[in-house]
């Protein structure tokens, strides 16, 4: 079970817990059931709980309870999710570093023991309780069917969330940050993570994709209420005086910007 902090992380960052009926694809399909993980034991710390093939957290040691407060966390977390529900462009807080790890690998990083790592279509979140940690487990993380750690590949992501980042990439070539965060809506530190993300994917991923139509006032329009449709599909279809087809389309809209896939 996630501890106090864990919880309150996961929603902090934008994460949504429950899925948005959308369309096919392999972006937006369920994970495999070879998660990551860091072994049964890890830095002399023990898995908690048997492993379960549809498993998505894997937690490591126990969780003591901080004296006068009401929440606890293990030491080590590994989650697993899709590279749709979760990502840097897609999570309403920013990470404060974005780089590459373990070959193709993207990490963002959103405080200094809470990581997310891109690979493929996965996302792998990682929580340690001392940053310390943070380097080794970034290193030593693997899927269960593999003895160790293996080169990872570069994350894939939806459509629109490649849109964003085409959005400030055409604009860099003629005006600065400044200039495109006027021109487009965005915050400047936004502007900023887009750019930085575009240059560690490389050209290839951003080949052929075009620049989004839709302003940001409509792409956060569109995300939140793709953001409400995750807990309530048909409630919210209903309030905003759409039929299922047409809310499933507005929400395939923004599909990885929103937390739901």
């Given at each position: 079970m996630l501890g106090g902090r864990r919880i309150v992380l996961l929603f902090a960052l934008g994460?949504?817990?429950?899925?948005?009926?959308?369309a096919g694809g392999d972006i937006s399909g369920p994970l495999p059931n070879d998660r990551y993980w860091l072994g049964t034991y890890y830095a002399g710390l023990e898995l908690n709980g048997p492993v379960e093939p549809d498993d998505r957290t894997y937690s490591y040691g126990d969780c003591e309870l901080p004296e006068g407060e009401g929440g606890c966390s293990v030491?080590?977390?590994i989650q697993n999710w899709t590279?749709?529900?979760r990502n840097p462009i897609g999570l309403d807080s920013l990470p404060t570093k974005v780089f590459t790890v373990r070959g193709g690998g993207l990490a963002a990083a959103y405080e200094s023991t809470a990581v997310d790592i891109g690979?493929?279509?996965e996302t792998v979140t990682v929580f340690t309780n001392e940053v310390e940690m943070v380097p080794a487990v970034l290193r030593d993380v693997h899927r269960r069917s593999q003895a160790g750690p293996e080169p990872l590949a570069p994350p894939v992501y939806p459509l629109p969330v490649l849109r964003e980042?085409?959005?400030?990439?055409t604009l860099a070539g003629r005006l600065g940050v400044k200039e495109i965060a006027r021109e487009t809506g965005l915050r400047l530190n936004e502007v900023k993570l887009r750019i930085r993300i575009a240059k560690l994917l490389g050209p290839e991923a951003l080949a052929g994709v075009k620049p989004p139509t839709m302003s940001i006032e409509t792409v956060?329009?569109?995300?939140?209420?793709s953001f409400?449709?995750?807990f309530n599909f048909a409630g919210t279809a209903r309030e905003a005086g759409l039929t299922k087809a047409q809310l499933r389309k507005k929400v395939n809209l923004v599909r990885g910007l929103a937390g739901g896939c």
């Open positions: 994460a949504c817990l429950l899925p948005v009926t959308s030491p080590v977390q590279s749709c529900t690979t493929g279509t980042l085409v959005r400030v990439t956060e329009r569109l995300r939140q209420l409400k449709a995750s």
